[in-house]
């Protein structure tokens, strides 16, 4: 098993640009995370899907989007991106045997210039 | 307000020395408690974790923590800290029974010397 997988590991952006993170798990979790990394503020929740979907808001929202494509997938987009967006970004996944545990990915780190 | 509290940014110690990592909640009712750690670089990798029932627990590679209702901490120990500890260590709270919303500490960034 791969686990949670996220691409891509690296992304230099404009301010204005727009991406997408993709994010994939092969545990048949049902609920998947966006989290961003800032430093000195730990892990903040950007959005999340319990199950398929659904979608619902997290702690710092604004600016982005998205998507549970199915039970594996669940992207993230920035449509204009901006300097504060600069940032980790890690998926997570939960469910099966152990239901209360979240799983990480390795992280997307992305500059927004 | 719902808070996790590291108080320590960053620690130092020798390899062979104990750890002692503090973690304090505020919280409404007892959550569902984590230690992640973080090597440089890299995803999150859960240390250990408290649900309910004996309030030492004990995880991966060593570690250890005891939940302490009164205090409400969640401190992670170690007793013989080694080289390849040296990495970044989050808390994390989440409410019983759905722990979609994690709350996380600010982490603690330990590094070891030989």
């Known amino acids: 098993n791969a686990g949670v997988t996220q691409t891509p590991k690296f992304q230099v952006l404009k301010t204005g640009q727009s991406m997408t993170l993709q994010c994939a798990q092969d545990m048949n979790h049902n609920s998947m995370y966006w989290y961003r990394q800032d430093p000195g503020m730990g892990l903040r929740l950007i959005y999340y899907s319990a199950s398929e979907g659904t979608t619902d808001k997290g702690e710092v929202p604004n600016g982005y989007n998205v998507s549970r494509l199915n039970k594996r997938e669940f992207s993230l987009r920035l449509e204009s991106a901006a300097p504060s967006q600069t940032s980790v970004y890690f998926c997570?996944?939960?469910?099966?045997?152990?239901?209360?545990?979240?799983?990480f990915g390795p992280g997307t780190r992305l500059l927004v210039l | 307000a719902q808070s996790v509290t590291q108080p320590d940014i960053h620690i130092t110690v020798s390899e062979g020395a104990s750890l002692e990592l503090r973690c304090n909640y505020s919280y409404g009712a007892t959550p569902y408690l984590f230690w992640y750690v973080q090597s440089p670089g890299q995803g999150l990798q859960l240390l250990l974790k408290?649900?309910?029932?004996?309030?030492l627990v004990q995880g991966i590679k060593g570690f250890e923590a005891e939940f302490k209702r009164s205090q409400s901490s969640f401190n992670l120990r170690k007793p013989s800290v080694h080289w390849s500890d040296a990495a970044e260590y989050f808390c994390a709270v989440g409410a019983r029974g759905n722990t979609d919303k994690l709350i996380f500490g600010t982490g603690t960034r330990l590094q070891v010397f030989p």
């Open positions: 408290y649900f309910s029932g004996d309030t």
């Open positions: 997570a996944s939960r469910g099966g045997s152990f239901q209360e545990t979240q799983y």
